[in-house]
């Protein structure tokens, strides 16, 4: 029986413009085993799972939990947990680390504050700082959300954790396991899916340099879908790969359609329009389902560079 991302892989889905949103991600370390809902299904204390995701709610922060590659036998309660929080909006791009032994102290962050790109209370709180590592290339390797994410996340993992790659972690869901294995790197919050280990690490080398890889990039979680493959669509089209350079700076219309503005820092302007299909034939969007669905898609269908005066217009 074909996987989910082997049938998405074969019918070539369109990857861009399906990574999941937030502009902020919280990071809280949790080895042992994860079930389909992580939060509220692992050793972390499901009362503060739940509270966690309460806090979270309309913020724009997104809680995920993180562990090392390797085997996740419940080895018994952490010392001392990572945690480590990033703000994707370009012009504003920062990743904080910390260490816990208390994780209930993350509800007396201000999430608020946090989805709007202000570190404060987590640098207050947890004694945060500037993370001066590597960038976090973050792995899906819940097989209990989708089997594909622990089939091919978790070898990926252990790839690039054995090769010495720093900064690797497993991470619970970042949404579309049929473009398993997925994968997040922080700070800037680009997506990316069916990765590989080679072109893995020449995402996160581009990353040291400030640069994005537009090949395999399913978008920037700081926007919502369409501007997600509208801003895609751009750095194609441009060549642009400065990883902060393109902000979505307007998005008009609904479903199926709409028309979204890019901003260059150099003050350039785009208007892309971005239609919303359906992928076909239907198809099991999960391992875990046998009900066929046809996935929304994001095409792109015209970008056109607006002049000085038409984009001070819009």
């Not at 370390?29 to 509270?51: C, F, I, M, N, V």
């Not at 018994?76 to 102290?105: C, M």
């Not at 792995?139 to 978790?154: E, I, Q």
């Not at 892309?272 to 994001?298: D, N």
Request: include cysteine; proline fraction near 6%; charged fraction near 20%.
């Amino acid at each position: 029986m074909s996987t989910c991302s082997t049938v998405s892989r074969d019918f070539d889905e369109p990857i861009a413009g399906t990574a999941a949103t937030a502009t902020t991600w919280l990071l809280l370390e949790q080895p042992g085993p994860w079930g389909a809902k992580a939060l509220t299904q692992s050793h972390l204390d499901p009362a503060l799972g739940r509270a966690l995701e309460a806090a979270a709610k309309g913020t724009g922060v997104r809680v995920a939990l993180i562990r090392r590659p390797g085997r996740h036998a419940d080895c018994g309660a952490l010392a001392e947990r990572r945690v480590y929080v990033a703000h994707t909006v370009p012009g504003n791009v920062w990743l904080h680390a910390a260490t816990t032994r208390d994780p209930q102290q993350l509800l007396d962050l201000d999430f608020a504050a946090l989805g709007t790109g202000d570190p404060h209370t987590f640098d207050t709180v947890l004694q945060g700082r500037p993370h001066t590592g590597d960038p976090l290339a973050l792995v899906c390797t819940n097989g209990k959300r989708d089997r594909c994410c622990a089939l091919l996340g978790r070898p990926l993992a252990a790839e690039l954790n054995a090769s010495g790659v720093e900064g690797v972690w497993e991470v619970t869901h970042l949404g579309g396991h049929r473009f398993s294995p997925t994968l997040l790197v922080l700070p800037y919050g680009y997506a990316y899916g069916r990765a590989q280990a080679h072109a893995v690490k020449e995402v996160l080398h581009g990353v040291r340099e400030g640069r994005v890889v537009v090949e395999g990039c399913r978008g920037n979680s700081a926007w919502e879908r369409p501007g997600q493959a509208a801003e895609l669509a751009v750095r194609t089209a441009t060549g642009e790969d400065a990883a902060q350079a393109l902000s979505v700076v307007r998005t008009d219309g609904a479903a199926p359609r709409w028309e979204v503005t890019v901003a260059h820092v150099d003050g350039r302007h785009w208007r892309v329009v971005v239609a919303q299909g359906a992928s076909l034939p239907p198809r099991p969007e999960s391992c875990g389902t046998s009900v066929l669905g046809s996935p929304a898609r994001m095409d792109v269908v015209a970008v056109r560079e607006l002049t000085m005066t038409t984009a001070l217009a819009s």
